[in-house]
C-alpha cells in the first residue's frame, strides 16, 4: 500500500506523531512523509491512504492545513484518508467551565474529515486524537505507543 502522511507541527508534537504513524506503517508499506508545506508539490496519483495531521488551533487544523484540504482536488479514485490531531488534555484544563467551551467548539480532526468527506473521499476508522500536556506539549507520555496502535487500525 502506499500511504502518504502530510502534516503541520507548530511545537513539535504532532511532527513526533507523524513520525511515529510513519515508523509503525513503514515497515509493510510504502510512506511518504511530509510537511504540509511539502505537500504542495506531491504528487497523490499513486497514494492509496492519504493520513492529515494537524494541531487543534482554535478548534480547527492550522490554517495551512486548511488550505491543503481546500486545494485538494486531484486525487486518484479510491484513495481513502485518515486523520488526526494533537490536542490538550480535557482532564488538565482549567477553570473547569473552559473544558466546557472547548468540548462545544471540537476539535481539528472534525473539520478535517468534514474538508475530505466534501471531496468525496472516504474517511477510514476513528480519528486519532493525541494529547499534549500543554499548549506547547510535550506528548503525554504513551502516546506514541498509542500513535503506532492507532496506525495498525488503518490498514
Do not use: C
Request: hydrophobic share 45%.
Amino acid at each position: 500500500m502506499n500511504v502518504t502522511i502530510v502534516y503541520d507541527s507548530i511545537f513539535g508534537n504532532t511532527a513526533k506523531v507523524a513520525q511515529a504513524v510513519a515508523e509503525r506503517l513503514g515497515s509493510e508499506n510504502h510512506v511518504r512523509l511530509a510537511t504540509v508545506q511539502e505537500a504542495k508539490g506531491v504528487e497523490l496519483s499513486d497514494t492509496d491512504l492519504l493520513i492529515i495531521g494537524s494541531p487543534t488551533r482554535g478548534f480547527q487544523p492550522t490554517p495551512q492545513i486548511q488550505e491543503y484540504l481546500a486545494e485538494l482536488v486531484r486525487f486518484p479514485n479510491g484513495m481513502v484518508a485518515a486523520v488526526f490531531d494533537t490536542r490538550l488534555d480535557l482532564e488538565t484544563v482549567q477553570p473547569a467551565p473552559l473544558r466546557w467551551v472547548i468540548e462545544v467548539g471540537g476539535y481539528a480532526d472534525q473539520r478535517m474529515v468534514a474538508a475530505l468527506q466534501s471531496h468525496g473521499i472516504e474517511v477510514r476508522g476513528d480519528p486519532g486524537a493525541f494529547l499534549v500536556s500543554g499548549n506547547e506539549g510535550p506528548l503525554k507520555a504513551g502516546e506514541i505507543e498509542r500513535a503506532h496502535g492507532w496506525a495498525d487500525t488503518l490498514v
